[in-house]
Nanobody, 117 residues
Framework: QVQLVESGGGLVQPGGSLRLSCAPS?????????MGWYRQAPGKERELVAT???????NYPASVKGRFTISRDGAKNAVYLQMNSLKPEDTAVYYC??????????WGQGTQVTVSS
């Protein structure tokens, strides 16, 4: 099982920005069809934040559209999440996800994002 490694979380004030990064910890021998970010706040279910396909198509829920931007580096199998205009309700553990051509679901360990003054 491949492990995805996330970085870039932290504490930021409302209105601030953070950039999350995610990449596999080692070599992979599958093709990644799409990658994405999910988040889970205390007491809530995990929810989709953004996805991007191998062709570059993106998808966002209304709660983050216009504030968050997902991008990927296909050569590195890396995915990024630029988060702007952060709000306290964006506070959560953010998880990276990848889905491969072998129907594998890979997850990262999660990185904490806290938006507070």
């Amino acid at each position: 099982q491949v492990q995805l490694v996330e970085s870039g979380g932290g504490l930021v004030q409302p209105g601030g920005s953070l950039r999350l990064s995610c990449a596999p910890s080692g070599s992979i021998f599958s093709s990644i069809l799409y990658m994405g970010w999910y988040r889970q706040a205390p007491g809530k279910e995990r929810e989709l934040v953004a996805t991007i396909t191998s062709g570059g198509s993106t998808n966002y829920p209304a709660s983050v559209k216009g504030r968050f931007t997902i991008s990927r580096d296909g050569a590195k199998n890396a995915v990024y999440l630029q988060m702007n205009s952060l709000k306290p309700e964006d506070t959560a553990v953010y998880y990276c996800h990848a889905y491969t051509n072998w129907a594998n679901n890979w997850w990262g360990q999660g990185t904490q994002v806290t938006v507070s003054s």
